[in-house]
C-alpha cells in the first residue's frame, strides 16, 4: 500500500504483526459490532494487513453498556467459536474492557469486577466534555489495586483541548497515554488531529490502539497516510505496544 507519488506511506504499513489492544470487534455488547458476522469481518479486515492479535475492550459503562466479566467472556466464547467454523486459526484474540470513569467505576474496581490488560494495566476513559469529579480518586484506588492506568485516547477529551498542562499533570500521576490510530487524520474533527501530532511529538504517548468500532472506520484507517516525520515518532510506540502486551 506504498503511496508512489507521495513522501507519505500509509499507517497500515507499520502494523505487520501489531497487537491491537483497544478495539470493539466483540459482536453485540455495546457500540462495536452488532453481530458475529460483524466480527468476522473486521478481523478479515484488519488481517489484511497482518494484524491478527487483538486484546478486545468493549466498554463498561454504568446505564449504557453495562458489562461484566461474564458478559464479555460469553461475546468472546461466541466469537471464539465463529473463527473456529472459519477455520481463522491464526488469529488470536482475549478480552479486556474500556471502563469509563463513572459513579460506578469505583464500586466495580472494590468488587474486583475490572478488565485488565495482560493482568496490569486499566483501560480507562471518561466524558469527552467535562472531567469527572471522581477522576483523580479512581486513578489513586486503581494504583491501590496494583494497577497502571491507561487513558484512552486523550487527544479526543474536548475539555482538555488548549490546555496542555493537564496532559502533563496527568503523566505526573503516572497515567499513560493510548492514542488513536484515526486520530492522526481528520477523522475525529481537525482539533483532535492537531492535538494527537501535539503529544506524539512531545513524547507523551505510550501505546496505540485502533478503538474499531465497524468496517467504517476499519476502511478510513486504510486509507490514512503518514509523513516520515510522523514515522519516526511512531514506530517505537508501535514496538512497545507490541512488546508490552504479546
Known amino acids: 500500500m506504498v503511496s508512489f507519488f507521495s513522501r507519505k506511506k500509509y499507517l497500515v504499513d ?42 478486545a475492550t468493549p466498554h463498561i459503562m454504568h446505564n ?36 469509563m470513569i463513572d459513579d460506578n467505576f469505583e464500586t466495580i474496581l472494590e468488587n474486583k469486577k475490572v478488565m485488565p490488560l495482560c493482568e496490569e494495566h486499566l483501560l480507562i476513559e471518561m466524558s469527552y466534555l467535562q472531567r469527572p469529579i471522581n477522576f483523580d480518586e ?38 499513560l497515554f493510548q492514542l488513536n490510530m484515526l486520530s492522526l487524520s481528520e477523522f475525529y474533527g481537525k482539533e483532535v488531529q492537531k492535538v494527537a501530532f501535539r503529544l506524539l511529538e512531545e513524547g507523551m504517548i505510550d501505546f496505540i490502539g485502533s478503538d474499531v468500532h465497524n468496517m467504517n472506520q476499519l476502511n478510513s484507517l486504510k486509507e490514512l497516510t503518514i509523513s516520515k516525520k510522523t514515522i519516526k515518532h511512531l514506530v517505537p510506540i508501535v514496538e512497545n505496544t507490541i512488546s508490552r502486551f504479546k
Open 64 to 99: 449504557y453498556h453495562d458489562n461484566t466479566p461474564e458478559t464479555i467472556g460469553n461475546s468472546l466464547k461466541v466469537l471464539k467459536s465463529e473463527l473456529i467454523k472459519h477455520d481463522m486459526n491464526e488469529v488470536f484474540i482475549e478480552a479486556s474492557a474500556e471502563h
Open 138 to 175: 479512581s486513578v489513586v484506588a486503581i494504583t491501590s489495586n496494583r494497577f497502571f492506568s491507561i487513558l484512552a485516547h486523550p487527544e479526543r477529551y474536548n475539555f482538555l483541548h488548549g490546555r496542555a498542562r493537564k496532559y502533563f499533570e496527568f503523566k505526573q500521576q503516572g497515567i
Open 14 to 55: 507499520l502494523l505487520e504483526g501489531f497487537i491491537d489492544i483497544h478495539n470493539h470487534i466483540l459482536p453485540g455488547i455495546d457500540d462495536g459490532a452488532q453481530t458475529v458476522e460483524d466480527s468476522i469481518a473486521l478481523i478479515k479486515g484488519f488481517s489484511d494487513f497482518g494484524v491478527t492479535h487483538f486484546i
